[in-house]
């Protein structure tokens, strides 16, 4: 379920994890629903899937396979709670922070979950994220208004 703000297509949903910064989850433009950056971080939890930090809050090990199933997870979260199914996405931007040894396993759950519905997709290695997660989706889906 969504909480509504004063502008109807600022969408927050109550059942993916919290922003870390100041934006929604997602915000609707005409038939377009732009989903902002999720990564694998559950809700109302500070453990990170996949995840061990040391003691000074960095990435000692790390679990791609947990992390990519969880970020899915939280993506069609979002999905539902705005009325959406896994298949209205057209357009997903994956960022890796370990292109050489995380692509591999990554790309093969990837096609687990997109199997039928074959959006666009970009995946891009970069050197870290806000929190310390090794994925992160940035989704773009369609949905003819009715």
Known sequence: M???SMNDKIKFSKNAPEPVGSYPHARIVGDFIYLSGIG??????KNIPGVKLDSKGNIEDYDIE???HSVFKNVKNVLNDIGLEWNDLIDVTV????MKDDFKKYNSIYEEYFKDNQPCRTTVGINSLPTPIAIELKCIAYR???
């Open 66 to 68: 947990i992390q990519c």
């Open 2 to 4: 969504f909480v509504l």
């Open 95 to 98: 960022f890796l922070t370990n």
């Open 40 to 45: 694998p971080r559950e809700k109302n939890k």
């Open 144 to 146: 003819k208004r009715k």
